[in-house]
């Protein structure tokens, strides 16, 4: 046998060598996905025996998005307790422009007063209600031009089955006070760990004289806080269990190929902080009532437009001092 058939015959079994330790790896990785979701659907099965989230085919007509534009997901938080059909509690909208790895959060607060298409003016989470998520996305479009691509409803059992699963001994949060009304839990003053219904708990106090206003932004708070934990090596690891955690509780358009190039460019591309804002901005709104609506948010549309048209598309961050017209709700 000549030299170079030696050398043919050593890269072809070098070849195979390689090759089969790429299968192994492969199915090795697959498997693991595989175990991981599997433990995560078990989780949230042994959470509640009924889905809390409609996952009827909802009709959602998001805006056109070219590749590498900015992606804007409408986020809703709803605490669904069996009920057919309910308001949502937390209206986000998230922006993620992977070509310059920046994350941005718009808090729109619940009780704005605003138009609904083909409906009676109502606060806007009442659009939620009337129609679901496109019916939210018109009414968002219509008020502040915002173009919207994808939504995702989140039920509040599954945020906590998510904050449990990625961090089992609870995230690290500062609680500026005492906080036990009406969030089933008790949270006592300072720097701790909080778990999964402890967290929610922590978002969702509103006892206070900032109402609304202190909600929103330990929202917004948390949210960061959870962005941290998921991109940490840690966190990337539990990714498939956490999907299968969430799974029954979460309605949304985002999946498939849509979903891998979202969740691809924001692993490979992670920002270093998520960017918020709270509208109504400062000094842009006032107190309200209807008999048919209660008490409300009268907002200036006009700027509030332009506070988030220059807070998504021109990568300014709004500066807001959240202590300024805070009014108990």
């Given at each position: 046998m000549n030299r170079q058939n030696v050398k043919k015959k050593k890269r072809k079994s070098k070849f195979k060598k390689v090759s089969f330790i790429i299968l192994v790896l492969f199915l090795g990785l697959s498997g693991y996905i595989y175990y991981q979701y599997s433990q995560g659907l078990q989780q949230a099965s042994g959470k509640s025996t009924v889905s809390p989230v409609d996952k009827a085919k909802t009709e959602f007509n998001g805006a056109d998005i070219e590749k590498m534009d900015k992606v804007n997901i409408l986020l809703l938080g709803v605490d669904s307790r069996g009920e057919e059909k309910s308001r949502t509690d937390t209206i986000m909208i998230a922006q993620y422009d992977p070509e310059n790895q920046k994350a941005k959060l718009v808090s729109l607060m619940r009780d704005i007063y605003v138009e609904i298409p083909d409906k009676q003016n109502y606060k806007i989470n009442t659009a939620y209600f009337l129609g679901g998520p496109e019916l939210l996305r018109k009414t968002i479009k219509q008020n502040?031009?915002?173009?919207?691509?994808?939504?995702?409803?989140?039920?509040?059992?599954?945020?906590?089955?998510?904050?449990?699963?990625?961090?089992?001994?609870?995230?690290?949060?500062?609680?500026?006070?005492?906080?036990?009304?009406?969030?089933?839990?008790?949270?006592?003053?300072?720097?701790?760990?909080?778990?999964?219904?402890?967290?929610?708990?922590?978002?969702?106090?509103?006892?206070?004289?900032?109402?609304?206003?202190?909600?929103?932004?330990?929202?917004?708070?948390?949210?960061?806080?959870?962005?941290?934990?998921?991109?940490?090596?840690?966190?990337?690891?539990?990714?498939?269990?956490?999907?299968?955690?969430?799974?029954?509780?979460?309605?949304?358009?985002?999946?498939?190929?849509?979903?891998?190039?979202?969740?691809?460019?924001?692993?490979?591309?992670?920002?270093?902080?998520?960017?918020?804002?709270?509208?109504?901005?400062?000094?842009?709104y006032t107190m309200g009532s209807y008999e048919h609506a209660g008490s409300v948010l009268e907002i200036d549309f006009d700027e509030n437009k332009q506070a988030i048209n220059q807070f998504l598309n021109e990568n300014t961050v709004i500066s807001q001092n959240n202590s300024a017209q805070q009014q108990e709700e």
């Open positions: 502040f031009d915002v173009d919207i691509h994808y939504y995702a409803v989140i039920d509040f059992k599954g945020f906590e089955s998510v904050v449990d699963t990625l961090a089992p001994k609870g995230i690290e949060m500062e609680v500026e006070k005492r906080m036990s009304e009406n969030i089933g839990v008790v949270l006592q003053p300072g720097l701790q760990n909080l778990n999964g219904k402890q967290i929610l708990g922590y978002a969702r106090f509103r006892g206070d004289a900032t109402g609304d206003f202190g909600r929103v932004e330990r929202q917004q708070k948390v949210v960061n806080a959870l962005k941290d934990e998921i991109i940490s090596v840690n966190g990337v690891t539990k990714i498939p269990k956490l999907v299968g955690t969430i799974q029954p509780y979460i309605d949304t358009n985002l999946e498939g190929l849509d979903l891998l190039a979202v969740v691809k460019d924001f692993f490979l591309n992670p920002p270093a902080d998520i960017e918020t804002l709270r509208i109504p901005v400062d000094q842009s």
